[in-house]
Protein backbone atom coordinates (compact mmCIF):
# COMPACT_ATOMS: atom_id res chain seq x y z
CA UNK A 1 0.00 0.00 0.00
CA UNK A 2 1.11 3.26 -1.10
CA UNK A 3 2.28 5.65 1.85
CA UNK A 4 2.57 7.97 -0.17
CA UNK A 5 -1.19 7.90 -1.37
CA UNK A 6 -2.37 7.12 2.14
CA UNK A 7 -0.65 10.38 3.26
CA UNK A 8 -1.93 12.77 0.36
CA UNK A 9 -5.44 11.36 0.83
CA UNK A 10 -5.45 12.14 4.58
CA UNK A 11 -3.32 15.90 3.92
CA UNK A 12 -6.78 16.20 1.39
CA UNK A 13 -9.49 15.03 4.11
CA UNK A 14 -7.72 18.22 6.21
CA UNK A 15 -5.60 15.95 8.54
CA UNK A 16 -2.36 16.87 10.50
CA UNK A 17 0.34 14.65 12.10
CA UNK A 18 0.83 14.91 15.24
CA UNK A 19 4.29 14.94 16.77
CA UNK A 20 3.92 12.52 18.95
CA UNK A 21 2.50 8.85 19.30
CA UNK A 22 2.53 7.62 22.94
CA UNK A 23 0.97 4.47 22.12
CA UNK A 24 3.47 3.20 19.09
CA UNK A 25 5.46 4.06 16.48
CA UNK A 26 2.94 4.77 14.07
CA UNK A 27 2.21 8.51 12.93
CA UNK A 28 -1.38 9.71 14.76
CA UNK A 29 -2.67 12.48 12.68
CA UNK A 30 -6.17 14.50 13.94
CA UNK A 31 -8.52 17.35 12.91
CA UNK A 32 -11.56 18.52 14.16
CA UNK A 33 -15.03 16.86 13.79
CA UNK A 34 -16.93 18.76 11.47
CA UNK A 35 -19.50 19.77 13.95
CA UNK A 36 -18.82 18.78 16.84
CA UNK A 37 -17.31 20.66 19.83
CA UNK A 38 -14.58 19.45 21.53
CA UNK A 39 -14.43 16.21 19.26
CA UNK A 40 -11.89 15.30 17.45
CA UNK A 41 -11.55 12.85 14.43
CA UNK A 42 -7.93 10.63 15.17
CA UNK A 43 -6.30 8.32 12.90
CA UNK A 44 -3.73 6.07 13.32
CA UNK A 45 -2.01 6.55 9.97
CA UNK A 46 -0.52 3.12 10.02
CA UNK A 47 2.66 4.59 8.78
CA UNK A 48 6.05 3.63 11.01
CA UNK A 49 7.33 6.88 11.91
CA UNK A 50 10.88 5.89 11.24
CA UNK A 51 10.30 3.55 8.13
CA UNK A 52 8.09 5.80 6.83
CA UNK A 53 6.74 2.16 5.71
CA UNK A 54 2.80 1.43 5.60
CA UNK A 55 2.93 -1.67 8.54
CA UNK A 56 -0.94 -1.40 9.06
CA UNK A 57 -4.18 -0.06 8.13
CA UNK A 58 -5.49 2.89 9.12
CA UNK A 59 -7.02 3.27 12.30
CA UNK A 60 -9.68 5.75 12.67
CA UNK A 61 -11.86 7.25 16.38
CA UNK A 62 -13.14 10.27 17.74
CA UNK A 63 -11.92 11.58 21.08
CA UNK A 64 -13.04 14.38 23.27
CA UNK A 65 -11.23 16.81 24.36
CA UNK A 66 -11.81 17.23 28.18
CA UNK A 67 -11.75 20.29 30.27
CA UNK A 68 -8.06 19.27 31.44
CA UNK A 69 -7.38 18.64 27.91
CA UNK A 70 -7.04 14.88 28.10
CA UNK A 71 -8.23 12.94 24.99
CA UNK A 72 -10.66 10.62 26.10
CA UNK A 73 -11.38 7.77 23.07
CA UNK A 74 -15.58 8.40 22.99
CA UNK A 75 -15.47 5.57 19.84
CA UNK A 76 -13.40 2.43 19.07
CA UNK A 77 -10.94 2.43 16.56
CA UNK A 78 -11.89 1.16 13.13
CA UNK A 79 -9.69 0.13 10.72
CA UNK A 80 -9.46 0.56 6.81
CA UNK A 81 -6.83 0.52 3.92
CA UNK A 82 -6.55 3.06 2.10
CA UNK A 83 -9.56 2.37 -0.35
CA UNK A 84 -12.25 2.60 2.55
CA UNK A 85 -10.32 5.45 4.28
CA UNK A 86 -12.25 8.55 2.87
CA UNK A 87 -15.82 6.75 3.24
CA UNK A 88 -14.91 5.76 6.62
CA UNK A 89 -13.78 9.17 7.77
CA UNK A 90 -17.23 10.03 7.05
CA UNK A 91 -19.26 7.41 8.97
CA UNK A 92 -17.22 8.01 11.97
CA UNK A 93 -18.45 11.27 12.28
CA UNK A 94 -21.61 10.63 11.51
CA UNK A 95 -21.30 8.22 14.68
CA UNK A 96 -20.83 11.59 16.89
CA UNK A 97 -24.29 11.66 17.11
CA UNK A 98 -25.05 8.35 18.79
CA UNK A 99 -22.16 8.89 21.84
CA UNK A 100 -24.08 9.67 24.97
CA UNK A 101 -23.70 13.07 26.68
CA UNK A 102 -23.21 14.16 29.89
CA UNK A 103 -26.72 15.04 31.31
CA UNK A 104 -24.74 17.79 33.78
CA UNK A 105 -21.88 19.10 31.53
CA UNK A 106 -22.55 18.21 27.95
CA UNK A 107 -19.09 16.98 27.46
CA UNK A 108 -19.23 12.94 25.88
CA UNK A 109 -19.49 10.38 27.59
CA UNK A 110 -16.47 7.66 27.53
CA UNK A 111 -15.98 4.07 28.29
CA UNK A 112 -13.43 3.90 31.51
CA UNK A 113 -10.97 1.15 31.82
CA UNK A 114 -13.20 0.37 34.77
CA UNK A 115 -16.27 -0.58 31.84
CA UNK A 116 -18.47 2.10 32.85
CA UNK A 117 -19.74 4.52 30.71
CA UNK A 118 -18.62 8.12 32.57
CA UNK A 119 -17.96 11.56 31.62
CA UNK A 120 -15.20 12.55 29.64
CA UNK A 121 -14.96 15.57 32.24
CA UNK A 122 -15.25 13.76 35.32
CA UNK A 123 -18.37 16.22 36.11
CA UNK A 124 -19.34 14.43 39.18
CA UNK A 125 -16.33 14.95 41.18
CA UNK A 126 -17.45 18.39 41.41
CA UNK A 127 -20.73 18.27 41.53
CA UNK A 128 -20.46 15.80 44.42
CA UNK A 129 -18.33 18.04 46.41
CA UNK A 130 -20.99 21.05 46.34
CA UNK A 131 -23.67 19.01 47.25
CA UNK A 132 -22.54 18.11 49.92
CA UNK A 133 -21.23 21.53 51.47
CA UNK A 134 -25.01 22.42 49.96
CA UNK A 135 -26.60 20.36 52.39
CA UNK A 136 -24.46 20.89 55.16
CA UNK A 137 -25.33 24.45 55.14
CA UNK A 138 -28.95 23.74 54.73
CA UNK A 139 -29.69 21.22 57.85
CA UNK A 140 -30.10 24.30 60.18
CA UNK A 141 -32.30 26.40 58.76
CA UNK A 142 -35.91 26.13 59.06
CA UNK A 143 -37.53 24.41 56.10
CA UNK A 144 -40.96 25.52 55.00
CA UNK A 145 -43.91 23.60 54.56
CA UNK A 146 -43.32 23.46 50.77
CA UNK A 147 -39.90 21.89 51.22
CA UNK A 148 -40.65 19.63 53.77
CA UNK A 149 -43.62 18.41 51.33
CA UNK A 150 -41.24 18.07 48.69
CA UNK A 151 -38.91 16.14 50.71
CA UNK A 152 -40.84 13.57 51.92
CA UNK A 153 -40.17 10.31 50.52
CA UNK A 154 -43.26 8.82 48.27
CA UNK A 155 -44.87 6.61 50.20
CA UNK A 156 -43.40 2.82 49.47
CA UNK A 157 -45.92 0.65 47.85
CA UNK A 158 -46.79 -1.93 50.62
CA UNK A 159 -45.62 -5.17 49.70
CA UNK A 160 -48.18 -7.96 50.00
CA UNK A 161 -48.55 -10.90 52.26
CA UNK A 162 -49.36 -13.91 51.01
CA UNK A 163 -51.38 -16.06 53.11
CA UNK A 164 -49.82 -18.94 54.28
CA UNK A 165 -52.63 -20.94 52.64
CA UNK A 166 -52.22 -19.39 49.50
CA UNK A 167 -48.40 -19.92 49.56
CA UNK A 168 -46.35 -22.42 47.44
CA UNK A 169 -43.61 -23.92 48.71
CA UNK A 170 -40.92 -24.97 46.54
CA UNK A 171 -40.67 -28.68 45.74
CA UNK A 172 -37.82 -30.26 46.79
CA UNK A 173 -34.72 -29.37 45.08
CA UNK A 174 -32.78 -32.21 43.16
CA UNK A 175 -29.39 -31.90 43.38
CA UNK A 176 -28.24 -31.11 40.14
CA UNK A 177 -25.61 -33.80 38.16
CA UNK A 178 -24.24 -31.10 35.94
CA UNK A 179 -23.97 -27.90 35.99
CA UNK A 180 -25.81 -27.11 32.80
CA UNK A 181 -26.56 -23.50 31.63
CA UNK A 182 -29.90 -23.09 30.20
CA UNK A 183 -30.54 -21.61 27.09
CA UNK A 184 -30.54 -17.68 28.34
CA UNK A 185 -32.36 -15.34 26.09
CA UNK A 186 -29.65 -12.29 25.82
CA UNK A 187 -30.58 -8.86 24.48
CA UNK A 188 -29.17 -5.56 23.86
CA UNK A 189 -30.10 -2.30 22.89
CA UNK A 190 -29.52 -1.61 18.99
CA UNK A 191 -31.06 1.27 17.39
CA UNK A 192 -30.82 3.11 13.97
CA UNK A 193 -28.31 4.58 13.06
CA UNK A 194 -25.10 2.40 15.35
CA UNK A 195 -22.37 2.03 13.18
CA UNK A 196 -21.88 -2.07 14.03
CA UNK A 197 -19.70 -4.72 14.00
CA UNK A 198 -19.79 -8.28 14.23
CA UNK A 199 -18.09 -10.91 17.83
CA UNK A 200 -18.65 -14.17 17.77
CA UNK A 201 -19.16 -15.49 21.51
CA UNK A 202 -18.87 -18.74 23.24
CA UNK A 203 -20.65 -19.29 27.13
CA UNK A 204 -20.01 -15.63 27.35
CA UNK A 205 -16.90 -15.11 26.33
CA UNK A 206 -15.90 -13.35 22.67
CA UNK A 207 -13.60 -15.38 20.93
CA UNK A 208 -13.64 -13.39 17.66
CA UNK A 209 -13.72 -9.48 17.12
CA UNK A 210 -14.74 -8.94 13.70
CA UNK A 211 -13.75 -4.92 14.21
CA UNK A 212 -12.25 -3.72 10.77
CA UNK A 213 -13.15 -6.36 8.77
CA UNK A 214 -16.59 -5.78 8.94
CA UNK A 215 -18.54 -3.18 9.12
CA UNK A 216 -22.52 -1.79 8.70
CA UNK A 217 -24.95 0.72 9.87
CA UNK A 218 -28.15 0.21 11.37
CA UNK A 219 -30.81 1.11 9.57
CA UNK A 220 -33.73 -0.25 11.31
CA UNK A 221 -34.70 -2.47 14.32
CA UNK A 222 -38.49 -3.42 14.63
CA UNK A 223 -40.43 -4.72 18.06
CA UNK A 224 -39.70 -8.25 17.60
CA UNK A 225 -35.87 -7.20 17.79
CA UNK A 226 -35.09 -7.63 13.98
CA UNK A 227 -32.20 -5.33 13.14
CA UNK A 228 -32.03 -4.12 9.53
CA UNK A 229 -28.18 -3.18 8.58
CA UNK A 230 -26.41 -1.96 5.91
CA UNK A 231 -23.26 -3.77 5.66
CA UNK A 232 -20.73 -1.59 4.07
CA UNK A 233 -17.59 -4.30 4.22
CA UNK A 234 -16.74 -7.38 4.81
CA UNK A 235 -13.73 -9.01 4.32
CA UNK A 236 -13.81 -11.17 6.51
CA UNK A 237 -14.47 -14.93 6.01
CA UNK A 238 -18.46 -14.91 7.73
CA UNK A 239 -20.65 -15.79 5.80
CA UNK A 240 -23.60 -14.27 5.20
CA UNK A 241 -26.01 -16.31 7.05
CA UNK A 242 -24.02 -16.17 10.15
CA UNK A 243 -24.38 -12.59 10.14
CA UNK A 244 -26.44 -11.30 13.63
CA UNK A 245 -29.69 -9.46 12.41
CA UNK A 246 -31.31 -9.27 15.46
CA UNK A 247 -30.82 -7.39 18.97
CA UNK A 248 -30.96 -10.55 20.97
CA UNK A 249 -29.23 -14.28 20.72
CA UNK A 250 -29.50 -17.07 22.93
CA UNK A 251 -26.68 -17.78 25.20
CA UNK A 252 -25.02 -21.04 26.02
CA UNK A 253 -22.31 -23.50 25.03
CA UNK A 254 -23.19 -22.79 21.06
CA UNK A 255 -21.13 -20.42 18.89
CA UNK A 256 -23.17 -17.12 18.30
CA UNK A 257 -22.64 -13.63 16.53
CA UNK A 258 -23.71 -10.58 17.71
CA UNK A 259 -23.97 -7.06 16.77
CA UNK A 260 -20.46 -5.28 18.37
CA UNK A 261 -21.55 -1.63 18.74
CA UNK A 262 -18.74 0.96 18.18
CA UNK A 263 -20.27 3.89 17.85
CA UNK A 264 -21.22 3.86 21.48
CA UNK A 265 -21.24 1.61 24.71
CA UNK A 266 -24.00 -0.99 24.95
CA UNK A 267 -24.14 -4.21 27.61
CA UNK A 268 -25.61 -7.54 26.53
CA UNK A 269 -27.84 -8.85 29.59
CA UNK A 270 -30.30 -11.66 29.90
CA UNK A 271 -33.76 -11.04 29.26
CA UNK A 272 -35.63 -11.23 32.24
ZN1 LIG B 1 -20.22 15.89 32.91
Same mark, same amino acid.
Given at each position: ?22 ? !? ?23 ? #????? /????? !? ?10 ? $? ?11 ? !?? /?????? /?? &? ?11 ? &? ?15 ? $??? +?????? #? ?52 ? /? ?27 ? !? ?13 ? $? ?8 ? +? ?20 ? #????? $?????
Amino acid at each position: MSVVQRKAMLKAEGFFPHKKNAK !GTTIIYSRKHPTAKFVRVVIDSGID #SKTNK /VIKNA !GIKLCFVNRQKS $WREITTEISTDNK !GL /VNLIGK /VE &AAEKFVKTCKHCK &AKKFTAKTGNVVCSNAC $WTA +WGGKKK #SANTTKKSSQKTTAQKKAATPKKKKSQKVTPKSQRTYPLKKKPQKKPQKKPQKI /VAEILPGDLVSVEGVVLGEIHTDYTGSIL !GVVMKVDKYGAVEVN $WTANTSDLPA +WDMPFTNHYTGGSGYSYRFKVL #SRSIE $WTVAA
